[in-house]
Nanobody, 123 residues
Framework: QVQPVESGGGLVQVGASLRLSCVVS????????IGWFRQAPGKEREFVAA????????FYGDSAKGRFTIARDNAKNMVFLQMNRLEPEDTAVYFC????????????????WGQGTQVTVSS
């Protein structure tokens, strides 16, 4: 089956940059799109960005526009989330997920989820 695994989280200061990585094993078993979500304590899981393996057009949630960039490396089955000008409000667990459908912005659009990586932005 498809298994996403995230890495790259950590503790950074306001204004810093961080790049998250997601390696997707079992991609040939059914993975059309990879999305990034995040969940802060006491809040709902929020869509951040998504990209399709066969289409380079990205999708971004409102919180990511202008600061975050999603990219992929098909040969390595990896998707990256470059996060710039980080703010304390970006503090959350970031999840990578794999989906197969045409919709990309809700949790229900994804079938397989990673365990998450913690990002903490200190002021």
């Amino acid at each position: 089956q498809v298994q996403p695994v995230e890495s790259g989280g950590g503790l950074v200061q306001v204004g810093a940059s961080l790049r998250l990585s997601c390696v997707v094993s079992g991609r040939n078993f059914g993975s059309d799109v990879i999305g990034w979500f995040r969940q802060a304590p006491g809040k709902e899981r929020e869509f951040v960005a998504a990209i399709r393996w066969n289409d380079n057009s990205p999708f971004y949630g409102d919180s990511a526009k202008g600061r975050f960039t999603i990219a992929r490396d098909n040969a390595k089955n990896m998707v990256f989330l470059q996060m710039n000008r980080l703010e304390p409000e970006d503090t959350a667990v970031y999840f990578c997920a794999s989906g197969r459908g045409s919709r990309v912005t809700t949790r229900a659009d994804y079938d397989y989820w990673g365990q998450g990586t913690q990002v903490t932005v200190s002021s």
